[in-house]
């Protein structure tokens, strides 16, 4: 029997690449995008998610009825919460009261404890939702905490998995990656593997405007200044996450909400392709890097698309949202194209 899974896990990685034809018709590269939304979680949380828990599980550090525990409003606890219903484990997140209750929704509908913790009170307060999570790790028996922005396991699961299939699947023609960077995890791990394979590979990171790793990056400093509160959910930070390997990274972009805004809007107009915001992002990145990079026939680019635009119904594909975040005047970008975001009444 083929294409016949014992349960929905055996769907995760193995995820396709689709080349860009009309976003990309300015550069003379092969661009293709790596599309994480076929995981069966819909996002490419899903692999770290499976990783760690295995990892834990050969450790014996998961008995029959376990608990996971993760702070994440976002995809790793979909995931989490989807990798525990077939492995048999209780699955318990603690999200900030910023967080909108249809995800709250999505995640309860896949069995999570979800625990709402006040968005306002300092990290180290007993009552934020890092602390929550924390404390109920530490009180509750045959329990891990899955910890992904300092957990190494986030990174080897991209260099088994992400890594290898964007070499066998582009032939090892690949000479670009560009990926999102949150915990960093998706371009460290992949990007270990790719450098191993030809350290000519050249590895872009995607920052957010109002987050700390560019300048760090760069500097080895962290810019306390450059930090202020954005729209983009799953890119940037601002503490230095453990996940991200610095020395693996060629360059990081800087992208800001609006830009990659229009972005995400035109791959879904453009290419039929429904990504999350941060796949709007990456593809900003792509151009603005190409701005100062000329780049050749022969390179072979690769954008990883990290989610589905199905989670940003309400966001960025909400005519309502963009209005009041003031993105009204459509995307100008390169001086030659004019990107008009269409509006459908
Ligand atoms: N996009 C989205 C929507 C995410 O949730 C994340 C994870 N924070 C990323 C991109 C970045 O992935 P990583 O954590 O592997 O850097």
Redesign the pocket.
């Known amino acids: 029997m083929t294409n016949v899974y014992n349960n929905i896990l055996g769907l995760i990685g193995n995820t396709p690449l689709v080349k860009l034809n009309e976003v990309t018709r300015n550069s003379p590269a092969t661009v293709y995008a790596k599309l994480e939304s076929f995981n069966p979680g819909h ?3 899903d692999r ?1 998610a499976l990783h760690i828990i295995e990892a834990a599980e050969k450790k014996g550090l998961l008995k029959p009825g376990a608990t996971i525990v993760e702070t994440t409003s ?3 606890g979909f995931s989490i919460a989807m990798v525990s219903i077939i492995k048999g484990y209780k699955c318990i997140l603690s999200v900030s009261d910023k967080t909108k209750a249809e995800k709250i929704a999505y995640l309860k509908a896949l069995g999570a404890e979800v625990h709402i913790c006040p968005a306002s009170v300092p990290a180290e307060d007993p009552r934020s939702y890092y602390e929550v999570a924390k404390r109920i790790a530490a009180e509750t028996p045959n329990s891990i905490y899955i910890n ?2 300092f957990n190494e396991l ?1 990174i080897e699961a ?1 260099y088994l998995t992400t890594g290898p299939e964007l070499w066998e699947q582009t032939e090892g023609k690949i000479t670009h990656i560009f ?10 791990g992949s990007a270990k593997f790719l450098k191993e394979k030809n350290p000519n590979i050249k590895v872009i990171g995607v920052d957010a405007d109002g987050s700390i790793l560019k300048t760090f990056h760069e500097t080895g400093e962290i810019n306390l200044d450059e930090i202020h509160s954005y729209q983009i ?3 940037g930070k601002n503490l230095i ?1 453990g ?2 390997l610095f020395d693996k990274v060629d360059e990081f972009v800087r992208v800001n909400d609006e830009m990659s805004a229009y972005c995400t809007r035109e791959i879904a107009l453009k290419e039929a392709i429904m990504g ?4 709007g ?1 990456v593809l900003q990145a792509f151009k603005q890097y190409a701005e100062t990079h000329p780049m050749k026939e022969e390179d072979l680019v690769v954008l990883v698309f ?2 589905h635009g199905s989670r940003y119904i309400t966001k960025v594909y909400s005519d309502q949202w963009m209005e009041e975040q003031g993105f009204v005047n459509n995307g100008v970008h390169n001086n030659d194209e004019v990107y008009k975001t269409e509006i459908v009444k």
């Open positions: 996002s490419t949380k770290i976002g995809n790793t992904q922005y986030n991209h990926a999102c960077t949150g915990t960093g995890g998706t371009l460290s959910e799953g890119l996450p996940a991200l999350g915001y941060t796949t992002a990290p989610d």
